[in-house]
């Protein structure tokens, strides 16, 4: 068997490990060749891949594939950046995935133990892989109204932030009322407005209020919603 790189075997080599419920070490590693032998010293389970000259490659040499020791739960090649690879493609199928539910799915799928600690850390670093970082795209709010205004002309669109002094300003709340909301409204909607709002389930939280009205159909018509940071009088 060969691989392109060096990096591609050790990439396959830990997925076998895990798959396996083994856990290896290194006995040699650098930039030419790599052996892995059994953690257990009991176990003569080895494997030896270095570079072929001739097809540019990297070659398994040799193998010992027979494993004479006892299986293991807690695999430490289970490490964070596997943990997150494999949480990154699980979330872009299932974007709602609970912490339980990803550590029932690593002892289903893959046979190994997690630690909770760990999996929190490993599913906040593959939501921002999937989502994005809240944090940057609180930075293209004024993009966002700048396109919703191109797009939807006649609407009104309202940021307030704070000044920084060490920084940009920093956001405080937001107030959307799309045109074709209020040409809906008006047009369509029975005269009764209702004010309704959602705490914002986020690393930065809110609360989200909206102002709603009741169409031809008896459904629910949003005119007009606010991000704010706490629902006050003001």
């Keep these: 068997m060969e691989f392109g790189t060096l990096a591609e075997f050790k990439s396959a080599l830990r997925e076998y490990s895990i798959f ?14 790599a052996r892995a032998k059994c953690k257990k010293a009991c176990c003569d389970w ?7 000259e001739l097809g540019n490659s990297f070659q398994i040499k040799s193998f010992k594939h027979e494993h004479n020791c006892c ?34 799915y690593f002892k289903q799928e893959f046979g190994v133990h997690i630690e909770v600690t760990k999996m929190w850390r490993a599913m906040e ?40 002094l060490e920084g940009p300003p920093q956001f405080q709340r937001l107030y959307i009322c799309l045109a074709g909301c209020k040409k809906g409204f008006v047009a369509r909607c029975r005269p009764f407005i209702g004010l309704d709002g959602c705490f914002i389930k986020s690393e930065f939280g809110g609360n989200l209020l909206f102002v709603v009205g009741v169409d031809d159909n008896n459904h629910i018509f949003v005119i007009a919603y606010v991000v704010v940071d706490m629902e006050n009088k003001d």
């Design 20 to 33: 396996m419920d083994r856990e290896f070490k290194w006995k040699k590693n650098d930039k030419q060749r």
């Design 46 to 52: 080895e494997i030896y891949c270095a570079k072929n």
């Design 71 to 104: 299986k293991e739960m807690n695999n430490k090649q289970a490490n964070r950046e596997w943990v997150v690879s494999k949480l990154e493609a699980k979330l872009r199928i299932q974007p709602t995935l609970k912490c339980a539910e990803a550590l029932d």
């Design 125 to 164: 670093e593959a939501k921002q892989l999937v989502e994005g970082s809240e944090r940057k795209q609180y930075a293209k709010v004024f993009d966002y109204a700048h396109e919703l205004l191109r797009s939807n002309p006649g609407s009104t669109i309202k940021i307030n932030t704070v000044p920084s």
